[in-house]
């Protein structure tokens, strides 16, 4: 699991530096990133409680889980929603993404299920459920 810390702190740093600077903020690039970022924490973090529960990871989920539910709901990330920035083909494009995540989601339920998995792939598995 320390690969996994060293990445989510970087990606946590480069939020914060990010944060910092007017012009990043006012980008229409920086509210996906930042949600991509804190979605990519998130599944860590869901990961990380499962396979070794310890106070900071329980303190590093509640706190993705926050700052995810704060960024949805900033008026900024509200207005790029409004946008219409969606190409054409929606439909065709909704439709790779809802069949991947199907994909996904019966192998995590195959692997929860499986006796020869680790703590560490059941995080997984329950992390690709739950944001799937």
Do not use: H
Request: with cysteine; glycine share 2%; net charge positive.
């Amino acid at each position: 699991m320390y690969p996994n810390d060293v990445i989510n702190l970087f990606l946590g740093v480069v939020a914060l530096l990010l944060c910092t600077l007017k012009a990043a903020r006012k980008s229409r690039l920086f509210l996906p990133f930042r949600s991509a970022m804190l979605l990519f924490i998130l599944y860590n973090a869901i990961v990380s409680v499962y396979a070794n529960t310890n106070g900071m990871d329980i303190m590093l989920l509640l706190l993705a889980i926050a700052a995810v539910l704060t960024l949805v709901e900033a008026a900024e990330y509200q207005k790029l929603l409004e946008m219409e920035l969606s190409p054409t083909n929606d439909r065709r494009y909704a439709s790779i993404l809802i069949v991947f995540a199907l994909i996904f989601i019966l192998r995590a339920v195959l692997q929860l299920f499986n006796k020869d998995t680790t703590a560490t792939q059941r995080g997984v598995s329950l992390a690709d459920i739950l944001l799937c």
